[in-house]
């Protein structure tokens, strides 16, 4: 595929479109079939890069994967599992974080594990660290090399109790695929309790393990010996669906996004109403309509589930462009996450960001030198330009501008987009977007 995309915008987006599989599900069921010792069916599974890195590598541990691509459908067969050979992994990883989750499952199957260095979208630190800190506690051995990290569990890894200092989705996703088979009890408090992860827990349940989840952010896992395989649908993505959902905002348009779901978008749907958009829920998904009018500004606090998820923040934005008045937007889970608002600015948008925490509480990235707060007032005419992609969110996000904007822009690096928007040309193209490779 070009890497460019030259997007005739100012037409609104109408017509129907499908999401499948969560990205942010999927590729952690695909690695939690390492813990079983039988073969296990993921269905609903997009087809997006990231499946294509963790099939990769989960063939390169001997894992062997059999897809229906048209269904959706992976057949995961662990039977075989090994060691893998780090250029191997190192390579076939690239800029993917998904290689850091292998720790565990293949802790349990083979007694030791490697990762190399970590690459991902650069929102924010996003470290590590907690990762690290977590297969210590369960009893594994870090040691830093070169090329990357080793990990052993020499003594086998046991049950542990750990607090997170903030309630982390990579964190707690480890902790899961890690404490499943962990000898003893496992005590998590202050755990993320995202729909991603309780569908991972739902996962992992099917495969044996006992797993329950406290109100107050505390998840016990009875850790087992042996967890058999899972079959499994996943559950939908509801970043892709309201990025579509701005999409319709942004250019006054009428998505229906088939596969969209009501309760795991209950503070978008809120939002998307707040700001004036318009939404039917039916068996099958959402429509999602600009009802006429003028937009409304808001203010805005991004924060860990139940409240708004920051993936929905950014394409929201350029939504909030074409609102009347000043709208507030609070980032609070990645402190770099504005950088895509200079595309837009370039574009005719007004947007000012800021050090403070502005228009919420005051949270953890307060006083510390983050642009972590913005400014947006609107409405103003979006107006063609020459887009760099700077990351997966933000990307789509340039694409929705680029819609909505008089002109044709160029949007370079689209390669990207692909890590999580399935066949995002073909429902383009489904939506009326005028569009070429030049």
């Not at 609903?44 to 989960?58: E, F, K, Q």
């Not at 989750?101 to 924010?124: S, T, V, W």
């Not at 999602?288 to 606090?301: A, T, Y």
């Not at 005719?348 to 947006?376: K, M």
Request: charged share 20%; net charge negative.
């Amino acid at each position: 595929m070009d890497d460019v995309l030259y997007i005739n915008g100012g037409n609104p987006l109408q017509g129907e479109i499908t999401v499948r599989g969560a990205k942010n599900f999927v590729s952690k069921a695909m690695v939690a079939s390492l813990l079983g010792e039988g073969p296990s069916e993921l269905r609903n599974v997009p087809r997006i890069r990231d499946v294509a890195v963790v099939t990769g590598l989960l063939e390169l541990h001997g894992v062997m994967v059999t897809a229906d691509e048209q269904g959706g459908v992976l057949r995961l067969d662990p039977s075989n599992v090994e060691s893998a050979h780090v250029a191997d992994i190192d390579a076939h990883a690239g800029s993917s974080r998904i290689p850091i989750l292998f720790c565990g499952p293949l802790l349990h199957r083979l007694g030791e594990a490697f990762i190399p260095d970590l690459g991902g979208c650069r929102i924010g630190d996003r470290p590590i660290n907690y990762h690290l800190d977590i297969l210590r506690q369960f009893g594994a051995v870090v040691e830093k090399r070169e090329q990357g990290i080793h990990i052993r569990a020499p003594r086998g890894l046991h049950g542990t109790k750990i607090e997170l200092p903030y309630p982390s989705v990579g964190a707690t996703e480890q902790l899961l695929l890690t404490a499943v088979r962990a000898d003893g009890l496992t005590e998590l408090s202050n755990a993320a309790i995202e729909p991603e992860i309780m569908d991972l827990i739902n996962v992992l349940q099917k495969m044996g393990s006992i797993i329950s989840v406290d109100t107050d952010r505390v998840i016990r896992i009875e850790g087992v010996e042996r967890l058999g395989g899972y079959q499994h649908t996943a559950l939908s993505d509801r970043i892709e669906a309201a990025s579509w959902a701005s999409a319709a905002l942004a250019t006054r348009g009428d998505i229906y996004v088939r596969g969209a779901t009501q309760p795991e978008m209950t503070a978008f749907l809120n939002t998307f109403r707040k700001v004036g958009g318009e939404f039917v829920v039916d068996d099958d998904g959402i429509r999602f309509f600009h009802p006429g009018g003028d937009l409304r500004s808001i203010v805005l606090e991004t924060d860990v589930h139940p409240g708004f998820m920051t993936d929905w923040q950014q394409p929201l934005v350029v939504a909030l462009t074409q609102a009347k008045g000043l709208s507030i937007v609070h980032e609070t889970v990645y402190e770099n996450r504005f950088g895509f608002a200079d595309a837009l600015r370039g574009m005719g948008a007004t947007i000012q960001v800021y050090r403070e925490c502005l228009g919420g509480h005051p949270c953890r990235f307060g006083q510390r030198n983050f642009y972590h707060s913005a400014v947006v007032s609107g409405p103003t005419a979006l107006s063609a330009a020459d887009i760099e992609v700077p990351d997966l969110r933000g990307g789509f996000s340039h694409l929705i501008a680029a819609l909505a904007a008089k002109g044709t822009s160029s949007v370079r690096g689209i390669g990207l987009i692909d890590r999580g928007y399935e066949h995002f040309q073909d429902k383009l193209s489904a939506l009326g977007a005028e569009f070429s490779h030049g």
